[in-house]
């Protein structure tokens, strides 16, 4: 017989022919026992062993002429069978026996492209074995290497482009590459066969129960069949990702520990092989309605029967079956028999689908108006065909704007309805119609979009052609968008969750404020979490440094999300971002944070709010960098304090409290004293515990403070703790109204009179306002009332909070206040400050009737107790002036400024006549004149004082000028003090008149009256030159003192004509002080005038006739009397010779200099003519510089 091409064949023998083979093909897959060669030796068997059951269909030509040439030997080699048709399997044989590796392997890939694997060379290539390179002598040909023994390497081929080993076929022994591609190739069929053994598992598992037992369930309901193993493992599954979904972390730990044969992370591990089932949410939803059935889900192709095959796919040759085994033959009939049920199985379901696509149909073609009824009449006419493509073509030509869509029938398009009709996907329209009924209905209640079709009989190709030249774009993201127009508010939500953050980075940073409420509102109501934490996410990062508007507009916006989404999906998804950027790199964005914890806690769970929100602040206080950040820290917490309600978090609030006390920041404690503690004391109040822990703790460690401080006050702390406990006086006066016995009576209805506005103190913030606190003005006024009359007519019985501050508040800071230094000027100040608000706060009548007393009692200023001071000890402390200060100048009537004026006249008299220290009376005097509304009264008490018989009296007084005239005006310095500095002068006692130089010197330093600065000059000079006071040694100690303390600060003319000539006589006359400590006293004193007075500039003829001529006697003196001092007086005389004769050589180089500047001017003006001339060239300039060549 002549031989035939087998390649050679026509289109329309070859597409007879695939469809029958591609039946036969299909059924054989590695788990259902397809028979092929025997294990043993894969590749021995003829080509004449194998039964003819693939036939050639592929019209590609082997890119090897040597494939065709072994294709041509094969169809030589059959040349005694009649039929033209050679089986494929016999050419595999042939190639494969003959060595053409590379064309068997092309051949292989043809037929996998189609659809129809072959055993023999799927066996073959999937054996390692066949391509390791083998060293020493080639083994026999009857061995499992092959029929041709090893094999040999080819050149590349670079056409097998789509071979997996193209990439590894370079030339050359590169075994390391070969491994590396054959192991690949092994892991893919590892793959393939545990997906195979999947499917074995779940054809076991649904035969798991007997078919007896499931009869009974099914005719008995109530009793339950019990679960399958893959049923549990399925559930579980479930289960555990409902419960991550919905933030049950902990319990989805429990769970997976549980079943920890299990994993979680992969639905592979179940076992099942099938797709994975929607979460127990649609479950849920969709129980009323079942799923189809796993099968109705996948794509499947009806085929032709194998009994309706044509006659010529049969054997040809009856005579080679005689090669077959009879084993191999009744293996292959079972398996095709096999096959043949599974087929006619998915020819009734495919059955059913197609009934029911129809009735979709005519569904969908009552909703939604075609444009052509026989492109419907074609959708129904094609359903039932093998291929689901043509269907889908010809319903997608029927509308040009249908597009691909991703939400499951969300959207009002054509495609949805075209989806429906192709019988693509059923199973998943029927399940969106299911989970979105309200968007349904919204459809099915607007009537149909009618459109006049033309009466024409275009094809839908055409007509789809056609209207491809409007230039529509579906394809790209954006136009699949504009494409659909959502029907719902639920698809709109869809839609801008998908387009915001496309559209945030194109917007300006200065305008992109402006998308928060887009932004918000989508976040609220979109459907899916993911969706909503990615938008929460461009809400907190939409603007690089937020500055403070658009910071509270998104605060704004979170405080509007809390109010709508409820405590749980604040904490779900607001809280992380916020924990997200706590470590900001920006402050502005940590600024944000903090805010924010403050603006959401009313919004949040307790639990919450106590813990992590507190413990986020807590951390920021702790370790941000960024005064602001902390600020708003402090803030938050407070707010935190107003709604917290657990009282195990009273400590920590406490310790809060004194760790931002304690920050460096004026800001920060500023925000502390104003929001903080007022929030603070609100909650202890409501605790019962503002003044029986509160403040007790407070002065506890103030307490601990002065008992650890004996040798240095750490006067720091001291100011946080008294300044918390004044930042508490509001709210503890606020305690003691609502627990008074009259709180019941108030009224708020008649004539209340309004409280004067300078009752209370200024408060630092409304929080600090008792008003605020009690709830009302109105309320306030009513209790203030009571309070008084109560205070005045009715006493304290029973009312325990008033009680607790008398008896023991008081008591304790008086005695605080008795163990302070009472030289430290700032300690004093807070305490008065203290003291001046807590009697302000409580009112006059309280402090006439309670406070004041107890001051009294133990200063007792008696006439009896003068002569007995020696052990009268406090009013050498700080009491004195801070019951002169904080207490006596509260208020500010006439019969209270006689009681101040009496107090410090009695204190002045009783120190002075005891000999007592006067830092007490220095620190009141200090303390009231730093305010100019105490100047008058203070001159009163001096000149009470000045008018004193005894002479200590007088001196005292006279010390106490110095103190005040500080700050005090000219004219009353002119009018009231120098007079009576003078009158102290005319008096007998030398030790008065010496009292009054450090007032004289303190007025030459602040006065720059001329007439008074003569008067105060001449009253000096009388000191200096009246021969009485030669001899008195402690009036020259303080002349020299007071002119070293004012001299750099004086009158420069005041300073050269009057202060350093008087030096210098002073410095002169102590060369000859016989006595030698006094001559030590005045050279100490000269050195340190003379070391303040170089600092200033001294005219060259002072210098030299007065400066260093003195400093030259001084040095004299302390060559004998200190070494040491007199090295630095010689290198203060040589820094003074040198400024003198720098000086003359600049004189000399400036007469020199007026007469050259004519010369200068010249030169100067020839040289920007000549730079003027220049053009701009660098190289050009430059040229000018240089030196001439």
Known sequence: MASVNPFNLSDSEEEAERRPNETVDTERSPSEGAPGPPPGNHFSPSAEAEPPTLLLSSNRTSPSGEGISASAAATAAMSGITDTRVSVDVIAAQLLREQYILTALELHTELLEAGRELPRLRDYFSNPGNFERQSGTPPAKDQALGPGGPLNRAGSISTLDSLDFAR??????????????????????AKETIQALRANLTQAAESEVPSQERKNFNSNPEIQEPIRQLEKRALNFLVNEYLLKNEYKLSSITFSDENDDQDFELWDDVGLNIPKPPDLLQLYRNCGSPLPSPRDMVDVSVEVAFEDFPGNCTPPNPSKKTDLSQQQQTEVIQELEYQISLLNNEKQSLAEQIKKLQSEIQTLRRTVCYPSQATLDQICQNAPNASCSSASNSACTTNPLSVPHTDNSQYLDIGRVSESENGSDPPLTQKSSQSHPQSHNKLKSRPPVQFDQPNRTLSPAFQQALLSFCRMCSDSRLGAEVSRIADSEESVMLML????????????????????PLILCTACLHPQPKERDQLLHILFNLIKRPDDEQRQMILTGCVAFARH???????????????????????ERRLLVAESCGALAPYLPKEIRSSLVLSMLQQMLTEDKADMVREAVVKSLAIIMGYIDDPDKYSQGFELMLLSLGDPSERVVSAVHQVFIPAFAAWTTELGSLHTALIPALLARIEKLLTQGEHGLDEHKLHIFLSALQSLIPPLFAVVLQNAPFTSRAKLHGDIPAIEVTRFPRPASPLQDVATIIGSREMLSALLLLYDHQLEHEGTTGWESLLWVVNQLLPQLIDIVGRINVTSTTCVHEFSRFFWRFCRTFGKIFTNTKVKPQFQEILRLSEENVDALAGNGILTKATVPIYATGVLTCYNQ????????????DVMTTLSLSHAPLDSLKASFVELGANPVYHEMLLTVLWYGVVHTSALVRCTAARMFELVLRGMSEALVDRRAAPALITLCSGPEFSVRISTIPAFG???????????????????????????????????????????????????????????????????????????????DIAMQLFEAYSALSCCFISEEVMLNHFLPGLRCLHADMEHLSPEHEVILSSMIKECEIKVENRGMSDAQGSLSIAS???????????????????????????VFQRKK
């Open 168 to 189: 590894y076929s370079d030339d050359g022994n590169r075994e390391t590459d070969e491994r590396v591609a054959v192991l690949e190739f092994e892991l893919r069929k």
């Open 894 to 905: 006439e019969e209270d400024r006689k009681l101040l004026v009496g107090f410090l006249e």
């Open 565 to 587: 989404v409820g405590p749980t999906r604040v904490e779900a998804e607001l809280l992380p971002q916020c924990w997200e950027q706590i470590n900001h790199k920006y402050p």
């Open 497 to 516: 969750g998908r387009c915001l953050p496309h559209i945030v980075p194109n917007v300006l940073l200065a305008k992109r404020e402006e998308l928060i």
């Open 1157 to 1183: 500047s004519l010369v200068g001017e010249d030169a100067k003006t020839k040289f920007l003519s000549k730079m003027g001339q220049l053009t701009t060239s660098g190289a050009m300039l430059a040229n």
């Open 1002 to 1080: 303190t007025i030459m330093e602040t006065v720059t009256q001329k007439e008074l600065l003569e008067r105060v000059k001449m009253q000096l000079a009388s000191f200096l030159e009246d021969p009485q006071y030669q001899d008195q040694h402690s009036l020259h100690i303080e002349i020299i003192r007071t002119f070293g303390r004012v001299g750099p600060n004086a009158e420069p003319r005041f300073r050269d004509e009057f202060v350093l000539p008087h030096l210098h006589k002073l410095a002169l006359a102590n060369n000859s002080q016989a006595a030698e400590n006094k001559r030590v």
